[in-house]
């Protein structure tokens, strides 16, 4: 084969024709609700609409949705209508089920492959940071430390969720977790939001604490043990299992090293940054992309039986520069709102070249096409 490859060897090309997709998700509300919806669905879709369509209009949706909340709070703040509230709801109820609709059109159509699982798992990771913007923008506290906190929340789930992947071949969901249960949460911040308006979570409810004080309580315990918890600790016991002794365990810290220090740099930047929070919405979006293309090189590497290198060069000089910049006397040369820019467009520029690379090199190793089916079969 003649196509220069960037991402994916000679051997790992000859792995992605093994590969197959092992998970489970035993949560009751997948089980006995958005399973069901999504069956539903499948059986009226044409044999023709390829799975990364699906997947491609999921998230295009969700998108859409959080640009309209951007449209009124940009600055992270500022009360929100009411219907764009509403809409976010249904936006990302019409996300989750969608997601779920993608794998079954692969398996009913004979199209399941190594790259729609990539795809998926990137627009699930780009859901992740869009989402976090939106939702503390919903609660009203865009501008306050709660906003890191659920961002770093949010993302940390999916990351150990990927590396456990990773690790066991497998992803398996417990009976509560956050993909099909944490929704919930989301559905109801987005409906009474639009019920009874933004200024609903300010409200004192118990001894000093706010509905939104509680929510994010809520919201952290389920985090520390639903999703940062269970995955940390699978990906222990994963290791010690597949490698032998705990001196192995400094290789799942290494891998989690990057990780940690993109979002050490990220609090820091927060800290410390001088510019207005209109700014904040390009910060968190720079480290978002950077969060991006971290976890999807994790899944590259699973599907490809690579060894999973974590030292990205642009994550790593990013991190580097910023430090620099809060740390050093190159703060009172260069402005800050020209590093900011400069890192975004670092981000996503490196983003959007892997992807189109990555895109590139698993169609042509596997002969198919990222938006068209590769065969039409009878519905199973």
């Keep these: 084969m003649n196509y220069k490859r960037s991402y994916v060897t000679e051997e790992a090309g000859r792995c992605l024709f093994t590969y197959k997709?092992?998970?489970?998700?035993?949560?009751?509300?997948?089980?006995?609700?958005?399973?069901?919806i999504s069956d539903l669905i499948v059986k009226f879709l044409p044999v023709w609409i390829a799975p990364n369509v699906i997947t491609l209009v999921a998230l295009i949706i969700r998108i859409a949705c959080d640009v309209w909340v951007a449209y009124y709070a940009w600055d992270m703040a500022g009360s929100i209508p009411r219907v764009p509230c509403i809409v976010f709801a249904l936006g990302?109820?019409?996300?989750?089920?969608?997601?779920?609709?993608?794998?079954?059109?692969?398996?009913?159509?004979?199209?399941?492959?190594?790259?729609?699982?990539?795809?998926?798992?990137?627009?699930?990771?780009?859901?992740?940071v869009s989402l976090s913007i939106s939702l503390v923008c919903l609660v009203g506290v865009g501008q306050t430390w709660y906003f890191p906190l659920v961002l770093l929340g949010l993302i940390t789930g999916f990351f150990f969720a990927t590396l456990e992947e990773?690790?066991?071949?497998?992803?398996?969901?417990g009976v509560i977790n956050g993909v099909s249960?944490?929704?919930?949460?989301?559905?109801?911040?987005?409906?009474?939001?639009?019920?009874?308006?933004?200024?609903?979570?300010t409200m004192e409810v118990f001894n000093g604490w706010s509905l939104i004080d509680m929510v994010c309580f809520v919201f952290f315990i389920c985090s520390v043990l639903t999703a940062m918890g269970r995955y940390v600790l699978s990906v222990v016991f994963s290791?010690?299992?597949?490698?032998?002794?705990?001196?192995?365990?400094?290789?799942?810290?290494?891998?989690?090293?990057?990780?940690?220090?993109?979002?050490?740099?990220?609090?820091?930047?927060?800290?410390?940054?001088?510019?207005?929070n209109w700014y904040l919405r390009i910060l968190t979006i720079a480290y978002g992309l950077m969060n991006c293309e971290l976890i999807s090189h994790i899944m590259l590497a699973h599907i490809t039986s690579q060894v999973?290198?974590?030292?990205?060069?642009?994550?790593?000089?990013?991190?580097?520069?910023?430090?620099?910049?809060?740390?050093?006397?190159?703060?009172?040369?260069?402005?800050?709102?020209?590093?900011?820019?400069?890192?975004?467009?670092?981000?996503?520029?490196?983003?959007?070249?892997?992807?189109?690379?990555?895109?590139?090199?698993?169609?042509?190793?596997?002969?198919?096409?990222?938006?068209?089916?590769?065969?039409?079969?009878?519905?199973?």
């Design 21 to 36: 997709y092992a998970g489970s998700d035993k949560s009751i509300s997948y089980n006995y609700c958005w399973r069901h």
């Design 92 to 128: 990302y109820f019409a996300y989750i089920i969608l997601d779920s609709v993608d794998g079954k059109q692969a398996r009913k159509t004979g199209n399941s492959s190594p790259l729609g699982l990539m795809f998926d798992h990137g627009a699930d990771s780009i859901n992740t």
């Design 166 to 173: 990773y690790y066991c071949q497998r992803l398996d969901l």
């Design 239 to 276: 290791v010690l299992n597949i490698m032998g002794s705990k001196a192995k365990l400094s290789d799942m810290f290494l891998r989690s090293s990057t990780f940690i220090a993109l979002n050490v740099t990220f609090l820091v930047h927060y800290k410390f940054t001088s510019l207005s």
């Design 308 to 380: 999973f290198n974590p030292f990205r060069p642009t994550i790593v000089a990013s991190c580097a520069v910023v430090c620099l910049y809060f740390f050093s006397p190159l703060k009172l040369q260069v402005p800050e709102a020209v590093l900011l820019w400069g890192l975004f467009l670092l981000c996503l520029a490196s983003y959007l070249e892997f992807i189109i690379s990555v895109s590139n090199e698993l169609t042509t190793i596997l002969g198919i096409r990222m938006f068209k089916v590769k065969k039409l079969t009878k519905c199973s």
């Design 181 to 201: 249960d944490g929704c919930l949460m989301i559905y109801a911040i987005g409906i009474l939001s639009g019920i009874y308006g933004v200024e609903l979570w």
